[in-house]
């Protein structure tokens, strides 16, 4: 099926999600990062280190490293600091739980296909296309995985605080046209969202998941509601590079040069 994607969409691509929030939530910081390309000048935080080794050793244990490994070979490669060591550490328990209940949902409806960190690019068409050029819509996918019957299941790892499905409602569908062109048998996709930093609900667990989504669907409503996502983005940013402040400010690479940080 054909969906057609505005000119005016494809001149500002590739995309990826993150380019298409970052569009909507800050035009000052989508300019400076995706069209002038400007090089940030802010360190890291230590909450962006954490996250970023606590996303590491998840890849790396739900592929089948032994977890006491994995942490000793994220906390090295990163050279942390023994606080930033010590909050990294404070995920274990998380990151065990999940890997746990990754064995229970195999033993109900079996895993034929596993992926960490997979790289996807999707080309006009919605076909797979080089990640790096040649694709219009990009990213990576903390966790994929394909059931016995052929089921896509595509889970995003993030350490805040435990939310609801339905404020990452573009980011999954998103993530189901991923599904989709990597594994063209599927029957249907279905996402969730893994809160690892946060506390168990009471279910006992720290995902949400999303409702099954057939591929029909994916293919007609998600893609639609892509190009809409994009839209708005690209309407967000024409003309307008004025800052706007949210989250994104105290990870924001460019708060020496912004005025809305500089005014307080």
Known sequence: METKIPDVVLQMG????????????CPL?????????????????????????????????????????????AIEQRQLTYDVEMQVRTFRGAIEDFVKGLEVFDKKYGIQKKFAERKIGLDTNFKLAEFFRG?????????????????????????????????????VEAYGLFADATFPGLVGVRAAIHFVGADPNEKGTRTAWSPHHTVEEVRTQFRENLIKLLQ????????????????????????PACPAHSRG
């Open 14 to 25: 590739p995309w990826s999600y993150s380019m298409a929030e970052t569009a909507l939530m």
């Open 29 to 73: 910081l989508f300019h400076k990062k995706y069209r002038l390309k400007e090089k940030g000048t802010k360190v890291e935080s230590d909450a962006t280190t954490v996250g970023n080794v606590v996303h590491k050793i998840l890849e790396w244990v739900v592929m089948g490293a032994p977890i006491d490994k994995a942490f000793a070979q």
């Open 135 to 171: 694709c219009f819509f990009r990213g990576v996918i903390d966790l994929t995985i394909v059931t016995r019957d052929n089921w896509g299941v595509i889970i995003d790892h993030k350490s805040g605080a435990l939310k609801s499905i339905d404020k990452y409602k573009d980011q």
């Open 232 to 255: 708005r983005a690209v309407d967000n940013v024409q003309n307008n590079q004025e800052p706007h402040k949210s989250w994104k400010c105290d990870y924001c690479e460019y708060q």
